[in-house]
């Protein structure tokens, strides 16, 4: 069993790898790739932080995709731009326009969305938690309940910057919109990301002082006398 | 949401009481604890995960040629339509073109299941009510009918598997038509049989009328979809709005009311939307072309381009959505489900608010919860 | 004769009791009156109630998932479950006679389901409907499915099939009846003991009890090596008992209490998780002689 295990954990390496070569200009598989050299890191940072110095930043990351995404690009990347919001928008997508905020702008971004009357994203489908090769994804899946929109945003918050014993934390959606209440809670209980300030964050889905995130990479089951033979457990 | 309840100035004695996991009204494993003033619901905690078979974990950890057999567990009352949600979603990260014909045979074969689903519900509803062992038997005499159908063309009664990424599985007999149009020949008056007994009774009323009243505010707040807010005015049906698959060539509307629906409303609006599903199948009959069924190869290792997608159907309790993340291999990165139960559950403590104890089942039932659904 | 000198001098001699219940299993004299009358009228007895018995299953309402449709269905007109006699099913586990476990049985639905076993009063069979409850079925390796609901209570019929067909329940049924017209007397008392073969599972953990106890044994014995001479002589008092392992089954609360006393000599959590692992193989071992909860 424990061969097994690092082979398992290689494979979506080089998925991501090959998923990568196709489209060359995505910024953000690229980063994953050569997340080690110390080059890479630097547009990986800049992309990050909301501060005003830093707003510039994107622009530049944002004009690579342009050739390979079709022209409709970024309606909700512009909106939220013309408020003050970094947005930054990934070519990941097929049809869905799909944005990457960071978390201390989402609950400003995401009241936006929902009140303007422009836009009106008022129907928040579901919030994922996504175990990436060097992320924790917290995404959004924004639909309305007027008119066709759609869009997807994405929080990532890289491994290495969380710190050992500790949670990827992202900001609560939960006191505005009710919606998000049992999903970051099924997010925390499943995926381990701490959604900070939600009124009630405990397990839903597993018993209450159940250990570790099942649905990460790296969770290994327990193993006792209900469970024990299990392929992907501890042994 | 506890501390809500702190902030009420309380005069007399709280009961907090356990209902479920095993109750024969929560429809499986549901635990609620209710907080009870006299016999009025001051709060309801709902307890899930009694059912969590770790579904998504499953997705992530089987091939994608298994997982199709697995997630007609997810919600076992509509088993095609979570096979389309994931067929869908493959499909538009693969780039798949479905033939025409299994397009058609995908709407046929769910707006079945949609009214099986309903059928249930109508049973299991009038049990909550207190009808038991009486009424439940006129709803499933026709629900056998449709199974021995699906059984003709899956194999199976309720874990179907038949629509897969790609396409269907069997393409069915010329016969298999036939007795499909006779069921949609006499099921119209099975139904007014239901309606005659149920609709106009007037225990039945008192039960439903003006009860668990689902404001719209309330409603998007929480993200119900599906019956519940079409009852409450809301026309939010996905079939219509973003219609997908060949649901722009069939006429049928969709079903609102104009005021805030109660428990009737919703009760009536999915009466109605069993009798448009008899449409929708007999225009589907009437179209279906002649093709292949198949888009994709069926096999063990078969594989999905690396990509996102995220896709959508119209279950029969609201927008069921899948959300695949693939990296090219044998298996998913991740597989999230978007259950319209687990959403619409969490309408539940607002609903039941100041309701007398009595109404609890009426109003839970209503909202037509499936616990895999739920928990996954 | 004393009642209690007979329930002490009783024990070795009921041969009813098995051999590794004997410690634990208190039997009155008034127990003993009805085991010999039983004993006595069983040839003549047995049979009528059996057939009586076999006719009447009474079945609880118990289903979680995809398989209670299936159970619903026999219930209904198409297949009409009132011909062998079990229709009425009950929604509460004191007026019924069977369990069918209709559906995936997971961690934390487990302690209920034993409540519900526990709660319902003899003579009870148990049907495992479905593979999920068989062997876990297909969600088998999930990290929260029990793998088979006979890890937890015991089992007479099995029924295969995801779900099965409602002519397999009925076949099912068919099945205990037979098992219940052969039944004796003698052989039910034996199930009767052989009910503490149930294995309980924690409310909170969802963890069978058995290894939290070794767990928490562990906690004190590396509580006990590291710190003696901190915890004074009152944590030698517990010492012996939890060395030896014979922390009482009974008592789930206890060594929930016992959990802050190890705390106070500093034992690391991670240390803690590795034991357990031998823990585990060591009551499956003993899962095989039928006596894995009283002896952790
Ligand atoms: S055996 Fe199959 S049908 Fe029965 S509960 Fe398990 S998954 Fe559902």
């Known amino acids: 069993m424990t061969d097994e295990k690092p082979s398992e954990a290689e494979k979506p390496e080089d998925k991501k790898a090959e998923a990568a070569k196709p489209e060359a200009a995505k910024p953000e598989v690229a980063k994953a790739d050569g997340a080690k050299p110390a080059d890479a890191a630097k547009p990986a940072d800049a992309a990050k932080p909301a501060a005003p110095a830093a707003a510039a930043a994107p622009k530049p990351a944002a004009k690579a995709p342009e050739p390979v995404i079709p022209a409709t690009a970024g309606k909700f990347e512009q909106f939220l731009k013309e408020h003050g919001i970094p947005a930054q928008r990934l070519p990941l997508s097929l049809e869905v326009e799909t944005i990457v905020l960071s978390g201390d702008v989402l609950q400003a971004a995401l009241r936006l969305l929902r009140n303007s009357s422009e836009v009106k994203l008022d129907l928040l489908l579901t919030i994922s938690g996504v175990d990436s090769n060097d992320t924790y994804d917290s995404v959004y899946h924004l639909w309305s309940y007027s008119n066709l929109d759609e869009l997807v945003i994405k929080v990532l918050i890289k491994k290495s910057d969380v710190a050992e014993g500790d949670l990827p934390a992202v900001p609560s959606i939960a006191n505005f919109w009710s919606a998000a209440n049992w999903h970051e809670r099924e997010t925390y209980d499943l995926m381990g990301i701490r959604y900070a300030n939600h009124p009630y964050l405990r397990r839903i889905l597993n018993p209450w002082d159940w250990e570790g995130y099942p649905l990460r990479r790296d969770y290994k089951q327990l193993v006792d006398c209900l469970n024990d033979k299990n392929p992907h457990s501890m042994r | 949401m506890a501390t809500e309840i702190q902030e009420i100035d309380l005069k007399t004695d709280e009961m907090i009481i356990n209902m479920g996991p095993q109750h024969p009204a929560t429809h499986g494993v549901l635990r609620l604890l209710l907080t009870l003033d006299g016999e009025t619901v001051k709060h309801v905690e709902p307890v899930l995960g009694h059912l969590h078979r770790a579904q998504e974990w499953q997705g992530q950890n089987r091939t994608w040629f298994q997982y199709q057999a697995l997630i007609d567990r997810v919600d076992y009352l509509s088993g095609m339509f979570t096979s389309w949600a994931m067929a869908r979603s493959c499909e538009q990260i693969d780039g798949t073109v479905v033939p025409p014909r299994a397009e058609y045979l995908r709407v046929m074969v769910s707006e079945m299941n949609r009214i099986t689903s309903h059928l249930l519900w109508l049973g299991t509803y009038l049990i909550d009510l207190g009808a038991m062992f009486g009424f439940p038997f006129y709803p499933f005499r026709e629900r056998e009918k449709l199974f021995d159908l699906f059984e003709e063309i899956a194999g199976q009664r309720m874990m179907f598997n038949y629509i897969r990424i790609g396409g269907v599985l069997r393409d069915p007999k010329p016969e298999w038509f036939d007795k499909l149009k006779r069921f949609l020949d006499e099921f119209p008056d099975r139904i007014d049989e239901y309606e005659t007994i149920v609709t106009q009774n007037p225990i039945f009323l008192k039960r439903t009328k003006g009860v668990g009243i689902l404001t719209q505010a309330v409603a998007k707040d929480y993200g119900v979809t599906g019956p519940c807010i079409r009852s409450s005015g809301i026309p939010l049906d996905l079939r219509r709005t973003k219609p997908y698959s060949v649901y722009p060539e069939l006429k049928f509307d969709v079903i609102t009311f104009d005021k805030e629906g109660d428990t009737w409303d919703r009760y009536m609006a999915r009466i109605l939307e069993m009798r448009q599903s008899i449409e929708i199948i007999r225009q589907c009959i009437d179209k279906l072309p002649s093709g292949d069924i198949m888009g994709k190869k069926q096999m063990a290792g078969m594989r999905i381009k690396a990509g996102e997608g995220f896709a959508a159907v119209e279950s029969p309790r609201g927008i069921l959505g899948c959300y695949v993340i693939s990296g090219g291999g044998e298996k998913a990165l991740r597989f999230r489900w978007r259950n319209p139960s687990f959403c619409n559950l969490s309408v539940l403590h607002e609903l039941l608010k100041g309701c007398p104890l009595s109404d609890i089942m009426a109003i839970f039932g209503s909202i037509d919860v499936i616990l895999p659904d739920v928990d996954r | ?296």
């Open chain 3, 1 to 296: 004769m004393s009642q209690g000198n007979m329930s002490t001098t009783a024990k070795p001699n009921n041969p009813v009791v098995p051999e590794e219940l004997r410690e634990s299993v208190t039997i009155s004299s008034i127990d003993l009156m009805i085991d010999a009358l039983g004993q006595v009228l069983s040839p003549v007895l047995s049979p009528i109630a059996n057939l009586a018995r076999s006719n009447s299953v009474w079945p609880l309402t118990f289903g979680t998932s995809c398989c209670a449709i299936e159970m619903m269905s026999v219930g209904m007109s198409a297949f009409d479950i009132s011909r062998f006699g079990s229709e009425v099913f009950r929604a509460t586990p004191r007026q019924a006679d069977m369990i069918i476990t209709a559906g995936t049985i997971t961690r934390k639905m487990a302690p209920a389901l034993i409540t519900l076993y526990e709660q319902m009063p003899e003579p009870k069979y148990v049907i495992a409907m479905g593979a999920c409850t068989v062997t876990g079925g297909m969600f088998n390796d999930s990290y929260s499915v029990v793998q088979g609901v006979d890890r937890i209570i015991p089992v007479d019929v099995y029924l295969p099939g995801c779900p099965p067909r409602p002519e397999g329940i009925l076949d099912a049924l068919l099945k205990l009846q037979q098992k219940i017209r052969t039944e004796n007397y003698a052989d039910r008392r034996k199930k009767l003991y052989a009910q503490t073969s149930v294995r309980p599972v924690d409310y909170d953990t969802g963890r069978p009890l058995a290894d939290l106890i070794g767990v928490v044994a562990e906690d004190t014995k590396a509580a006990l090596s590291s710190g003696q001479e901190a915890l004074g002589d009152a944590a030698k008092g517990i010492s012996p008992e939890a060395e030896e392992g014979k922390v009482v089954a009974t008592k789930p609360v206890a060594p929930k209490v016992e959990v802050p006393k190890a705390e106070a000599a500093p034992a690391p959590k991670a240390e803690a998780a590795k034991p357990e692992v031998k823990k585990v193989e060591n009551t499956k071992d003993e899962a095989a002689e039928k006596a894995d909860d009283k002896s952790v």
